[in-house]
């Protein structure tokens, strides 16, 4: 790892973790969330660190991912580089820690916030939105499903809007995600660096200084779509969802039902299928789960085409292996759900976790 990768600082009574690719848009790699873990590990352990707050370097992005290119080509490289297939261990284990974290734990998501993004932040207990957070789940257009813990936080979204972002991708602002429910407080971009100057000076006073800095956001559009989203996005299967969304006024739906139709038909049918397995899900249990999931999907070469297309070739042209979610069987998606035995990735200290 390049040192400068990401940053480790103590303001105070507060540990800084700054996130330092600005021209990667902050993506994750192995030894980022390796480094990352260790981290927040001693902190948690420190009696003089009170409050931990993690923020993305530049003006465009807090974090945009994992970055699954060094993923697809460790998988398909070497046996000595193997270890960086196995991103999702690693990540998977920072996620919990960052949930379990039993000091404040704030996000400032200033800018796009995807994937492992999401899951560095949602994870958490504070999460800060501004006027330039973009957050989105697109991991079915990589072959890939909503991970990070999303089979628990996007089951916690109200009504059926989780599954409207897991299954189109969806791009939302600070209002709906306020209303979604995965972030937690507003905060103008132009004010965090004085919030972070204050939180290294009270650092025990976390929740007061973020009310004090807290702004409401111009509305977003969840809470008016929500009765339609919720009826289109009821179904028991993909097919009834399409249909519902086919039958639908209004131009979001067009979008997307278009949206659902270049993501991985594979996909598409695994993420409803995880979404309803695991509602009511602990954060473990559905780490658990979801690593259950990528091991198998590196068995198939739609998450390797959907990279291929997206961001290594970028024709936006993948040859998904399915021509369409109909032709996906139910007991191709159940396959993805067999146990991996030995290799399950267990958090045993925290077993009968509920949240």
């Known amino acids: 790892m390049n040192d400068d990768e990401i940053l480790f600082e103590r303001s105070g009574g507060l540990g800084l973790v700054t996130l330092n690719r600005p021209k990667a848009l902050n993506t994750l790699t192995l030894s980022m969330c390796r480094a990352f873990a260790a981290k927040l590990g001693a902190w948690r352990a420190d009696p003089a660190i009170k409050a931990v707050l993690v923020r993305g370097a530049g003006d465009r992005a807090f974090c945009a991912g994992g970055d699954i290119v060094a993923i697809r080509n460790a998988h398909r490289g070497p046996a000595a580089e193997r270890d960086q297939s196995d991103f999702f261990r690693d990540e998977y284990t920072l996620i919990q820690a960052i949930h379990r974290f039993p000091k404040p734990y704030i996000a400032l998501i200033d800018g796009i916030a995807m994937g492992g993004g999401a899951g560095i932040s949602i994870n958490g207990a504070m999460r800060v939105v501004t006027e330039r957070t973009v957050f989105a789940m697109p991991e079915l257009f990589i072959g890939l499903f909503p991970?990070?813990?999303?089979?628990?936080?996007?089951?916690?979204?109200?009504?059926?809007?989780?599954?409207?972002?897991?299954?189109?991708?969806?791009?939302?602002?600070?209002?709906?995600?306020?209303?979604?429910?995965?972030?937690?407080?507003?905060?103008?971009?132009?004010?965090?660096?004085?919030?972070?100057?204050?939180?290294?000076?009270?650092?025990?006073?976390?929740?007061?200084?973020?009310?004090?800095?807290?702004?409401?956001?111009?509305?977003?559009?969840?809470?008016?779509?929500?009765?339609?989203?919720?009826?289109?996005?009821?179904?028991?299967?993909?097919?009834?969802?399409?249909?519902?969304?086919?039958?639908?006024?209004?131009?979001?739906?067009?979008?997307?039902?278009?949206?659902?139709?270049?993501?991985?038909?594979?996909?598409?049918?695994?993420?409803?299928?995880?979404?309803?397995?695991?509602?009511g899900m602990s954060v473990e249990e559905a780490l658990a789960l979801e690593y259950r999931l990528t091991q198998h999907v590196l068995e198939h070469e739609d998450f390797f085409e959907g990279i291929r297309a997206l961001l290594i070739d970028k024709d936006q042209s993948p040859r998904w292996h399915h021509a369409n979610v109909a032709a996906v069987s139910e007991a191709e998606v159940e396959s993805y759900f067999v146990t991996l035995g030995a290799r399950e990735l267990r958090f045993p200290e925290m077993t009968g976790a509920t949240s």
């Not at 600070?174 to 939180?199: Q, R």
């Open 147 to 279: 991970d990070v813990g999303a089979t628990r936080f996007l089951n916690l979204c109200p009504g059926r809007i989780g599954r409207y972002l897991a299954l189109t991708g969806a791009r939302i602002k600070a209002g709906d995600a306020l209303y979604a429910g995965l972030a937690t407080h507003f905060i103008p971009a132009s004010k965090l660096a004085a919030l972070s100057e204050e939180l290294a000076s009270h650092p025990d006073e976390v929740d007061k200084v973020l009310a004090r800095f807290q702004e409401t956001p111009e509305a977003g559009m969840m809470r008016v779509l929500r009765p339609a989203i919720d009826r289109c996005f009821g179904g028991s299967t993909v097919e009834t969802i399409l249909a519902s969304l086919a039958r639908e006024e209004g131009e979001w739906a067009k979008t997307a039902l278009a949206a659902i139709g270049r993501a991985a038909p594979s996909s598409v049918k695994i993420t409803l299928a995880q979404l309803e397995r695991g509602r």
